[in-house]
């Protein structure tokens, strides 16, 4: 394929703290390779709509530290129907723009691949997502600043636990994939942990927290993973711990989108930084169709195919970690 000239990036979907490093990245390595560089606002919808905006190295200056994405990011129905993909090929067509380089999770790659078959348009993903939910990377862009919030959030809860013997339910994102939870939770000394991979059932939770009740424990944090199957809802499973375990008085947090936001962590920086200059050489050696990830410290590309294949494997090693320092 014709090495490209003219890159543009955008960011799609969820935002995650790191994004805004990640477009640095990717324009600043365009300058040095002495290439021109397109912001995209509003995700693939201004893709569709043509809301480009040329970008150099200073007008990427001071975003490292910044959550969210001044790109801004939006979902499109429109990029789903064919008419909206030949539009928006049409429009980077029309700019001059030969490559492109999207961040999001993956359901951004699905759509990038699908609009690469189509147009056979060189284009090339960073994941970013809190969930940590790509296949194909150790980590993604935005999961380590969302642990720490996470863990900073639990330690205040715990404070009032302590203080009126209260158990805590703390509700944390991950509908499909508990990394947040799992990590978190030992990250911030929690009894006991609630993924959607490991369905610990409702009698089993019951018999843990009874245990830690005869123990000598006057408090217990329990996070849950929003995707749990535990319950309806965490508000049921509080209800229901109520009802059979009288000892104890149940108050439930759901920390919700707080978990996106504030200043990414040096990670995640680190990560963003190391992710967009990868897009950027990946372009370069002719590859497309790829996201380029993490690996034991290395940068690596995998096929879009590869990555929406669906999360990493839950570390087992990590739950019984978990249930081992729990006691």
């Known amino acids: 394929m014709k090495l490209p000239t003219k890159i543009a990036v955008l960011t799609s979907g969820g935002d995650s703290p790191g994004m805004n490093a990640a477009i640095r990245a990717v324009v600043r390595a365009c300058t040095y390779y002495n290439l021109e560089c397109v912001g995209v606002y509003r995700g693939l919808q201004g893709l569709i709509e043509g809301d480009f905006e040329e970008l150099n190295a200073r007008s990427v200056k001071n975003i490292i530290n910044r959550g969210g994405t001044f790109l801004k990011s939006a979902r499109s129905k429109d990029f789903l129907t064919v008419e909206g993909r030949k539009k928006a090929f049409n429009n980077l067509k029309n700019e001059n723009i030969d490559a492109l380089v999207v961040i999001g999770g993956d359901g951004t790659f699905a759509g990038a691949s699908v609009f690469f078959k189509e147009f056979n348009f060189p284009i090339v993903g960073l994941p970013g997502t809190i969930d940590n939910d790509i296949n194909g990377t150790d980590y993604s862009i935005g999961y380590d600043t969302a642990l720490n919030t996470v863990v900073e959030a639990i330690d205040k809860i715990r404070d009032t636990a302590n203080s009126h013997n209260r158990l805590f339910l703390v509700e944390v994102m991950g509908r499909d994939a508990g990394d947040i939870a799992l990590n978190a939770g030992i990250g911030a000394g929690a009894e006991e942990i609630l993924i959607p991979e490991l369905n610990m059932g409702r009698e089993r939770?019951?018999?843990s927290l009874s245990r830690s009740k005869k123990s000598g424990k006057t408090s217990s944090i329990v996070v849950v993973s929003e995707g749990d199957?535990?319950?309806k809802n965490?508000?049921?499973l509080a209800e229901y711990i109520e009802e059979?375990?009288?000892?104890?008085?149940?108050?439930?947090?759901?920390?919700?989108?707080?978990?996106?936001g504030g200043s990414p962590s040096c990670f995640d920086r680190v990560l963003a930084s190391r992710l967009g200059v990868g897009a950027v050489d990946a372009l370069l050696r002719g590859e497309t169709d790829v996201m380029i990830g993490i690996v034991h410290n290395k940068i690596v590309s995998i096929p879009f195919s590869e990555a929406i294949k669906g999360s990493n494997e839950i570390d087992k090693e990590l739950i019984r970690v978990a249930d081992i320092i729990s006691i």
């Not at 059979?244 to 996106?260: P, S």
């Open 205 to 207: 939770l019951l018999e």
């Open 234 to 236: 965490i508000f049921g």
């Open 244 to 260: 059979n375990l009288k000892e104890y008085e149940v108050r439930v947090t759901v920390l919700g989108h707080i978990q996106r």
């Open 229 to 231: 199957q535990i319950g």
